[in-house]
């Protein structure tokens, strides 16, 4: 068992730190505050080949590995948290199940645009009454004269505002559960497709989140994405893989909340010391370095199983790294915030939107709760 990152891991890290620090930290704060959409260093990201990072080189894709993805989210995520998660989803979320379920007409078709990062791609499975049971999807798809005939409401959609090609599921058998629905790709333009309101947000308040509109929405038969039937299993696969990329987020929130903490405290001097002499202050740091380090290696073996696409395992692994590694950085984060004291929560330090940006990674791609839930099955059948 070897800890040491690769060349090339070491490579990858390197590069996307560079670009988060002179590219994204530099404008977090004021995007976030104008809630503006970070497009030219998206297709920037797209140009460095982190926006089809590990797909293969035939589809316009890096060809790297799970290992070098989680590196490149953690250290963009370090920059900038929404950057992170359209990046993320992106991949993640869009990319992923056209890769592995798409047939090669279609990997042809959408793939390369994507990789490059000149297309922007979203994921549409939750509705207003459809989250963590996304079995209870209800927009429908019915075939019409050869196309398929979508309707139906998507919400809190990632990407959405700016995404060219979005991965939907539908609802295309009345009966049937889970085992009724089918995923769809479509493209933007496509009549009837329409994005609907921006979601006000706590945090990330530089990506976009929307919802999506079907309305009568029209697409060719062909669009259908693998089987019909296969939606809930291809949206199961897609999010045990998102999974790795959130963690990833949470560890470069931290990462960049820890390092800012202490930065700070050793600056900040009362009773004529630096803060950092003092042992409370010595403790917290321990602490979210701790929590750090382990969210971080969790992330890594959960990416590495990936690697080998050992799906088995590989779903309580990456629950467990999302799950410990989002609830660490709500720890991390306010640890970082109390080591600033009361400028931690003033808007004039980013320490308040690192804990903003990283309280949704115990919600989105699936809560604390379904974490446990995934890992607690895998235990006990194990
Ligand atoms: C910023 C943002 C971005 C998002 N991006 C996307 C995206 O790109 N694509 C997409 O499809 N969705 C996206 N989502 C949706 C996100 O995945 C859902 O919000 C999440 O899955 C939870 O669903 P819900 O909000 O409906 O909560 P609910 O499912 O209503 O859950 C409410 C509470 O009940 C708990 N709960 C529910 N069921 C159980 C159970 N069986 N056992 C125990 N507890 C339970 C939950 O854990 C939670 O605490 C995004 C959401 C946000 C806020």
Known sequence: MDFTLSEEHQMIRDQCRKFADKELKPIAAEYNRNHKFPMEQVKKLGEMGIMGIVYPEEYNGAGMDYISYVIAVEEISRGGASTGVTVSAHNSLCLSPIYYFGNEEQKKKYLPRLCTGEHIGCFGITEPGAGSDAAGTTTKAERKNGNWILNGTKTFITNGGVADIAVVMARTAKDGGHKGLSMFIIEKGSPGFLVGKNEGKMGLLSSSTTELIFDNCEIPYENLLGEEGQGFKIAMHTLDGGRIGIAAQAVGISQAAMEDAIAYAKERKQFNKSICEFQAIQWMIADMATDIEAARLMT???????????????????????????EASHRVTHKALQILGGYGYTTEYPMERYCRDARITEIYEGTSEMMRLVIATNVLKS
């Open 300 to 326: 890594y073996q959960a990416a590495g199983l990936l690697n080998g696409d050992n799906r088995q395992k590989y779903s309580k692994q990456a629950a467990m790294a999302k799950l410990f590694a989002s």
